[in-house]
């Protein structure tokens, strides 16, 4: 999510708050995010009119699971300012975490509606099209002339989800022609290779991903998920391990690791 300076300021002071109320500790684990969680909801306690605060506090919240929460904060946030793109935007996200596809589909809509930002098109046109509903490739075709990438992804990704790999494949690499820099055909293109079972091609490609972006976490785990495939466990456990550092609570990766750790 892309936030304001001011909201990077409030971050900031909730931080430093963090730090003065109790000892150092790993950040990179669930146990300091959950105590984040409730320095950040003591400080909007205080400040309940915190725009930044909020924002901040449904993050973190969606961060660690507590979706139902986040989209409280949320929906107090929509409820004082329901023209922001933003803020639709963002409760369409947190309701894609939650697993809440048709809630978030409707998001979507009431974001595009006010603004048809890139960040809220491909979300609605990513469900449609792994729905395998051809409505998403309409809607592509509002992608800008300079991000028509976009429309070419969608494509290839529609392709793929209805049985189409070959072609899917093709629109895909048409796409990195395009921006080599676009991280989702990466993924995209390796999911496909894994599929169709070839791990080996589905490594390369999401390793090719990483080379531009190696904190992301889906394609962290992707990688993990190949390599425990190709019977490499050790290899899967560092890069789920990579990934768990970047977002502690997964609790399928972590379920994963348990796999591999008794294995």
């Not at 936030?3 to 950040?27: E, G, H």
């Not at 589909?105 to 979300?123: F, T």
């Not at 190709?230 to 609570?249: C, R, T």
Request: glycine share 6%; charged share 25%.
């Amino acid at each position: 999510m892309k936030y304001t300076t001011s909201f990077f300021i409030v971050m900031s002071c909730a931080l430093f708050f963090i730090a003065c109320k109790q000892k150092p500790v790993d950040r990179n684990t669930l146990d300091f995010k959950q105590k984040q969680v409730a320095a950040i909801t003591q400080l909007l306690s205080e400040k309940p009119d915190s725009v930044g605060l909020r924002l901040i506090l449904a993050n973190e919240l969606d961060s660690i699971g507590q979706y139902r929460r986040a989209l409280l904060q949320m929906d107090t946030l929509i409820e004082n300012d329901s023209d922001k793109y933003a803020l639709w935007l963002i409760k369409a996200n947190m309701l894609l975490d939650s697993g809440d596809t048709v809630s978030a589909k409707e998001n979507y809509r009431k974001a595009i509606s006010i603004y048809p930002g890139n960040e809220a098109l491909v979300g609605l046109t990513e469900i449609l099209a792994d729905e395998k509903n051809d409505s998403s490739l309409v809607l592509a075709q509002q992608f800008n002339r300079e991000n028509k990438y976009y429309t070419t992804y969608i494509a290839g990704l529609y392709a793929a989800k209805t049985g189409d790999a070959e072609k899917g494949l093709i629109l895909l690499d048409s796409c990195l022609l395009q921006n080599h820099q676009f991280i989702k055909p990466y993924l995209a293109k390796g999911n496909i290779y894994l599929t169709k079972g070839d791990a080996s091609n589905a490594l390369l490609t999401y390793k090719k991903g990483l080379d531009m972006e190696p904190q992301n976490i889906l394609l962290l785990n992707a990688v993990g998920k190949s390599y425990k495939r190709l019977g490499k466990g050790d290899s899967a456990k560092a890069y789920f391990a990579k990934s768990l550092l970047e977002q502690p609570f997964q609790p399928v990766i972590n379920e994963d690791l348990k796999t591999l750790n008794v294995k």
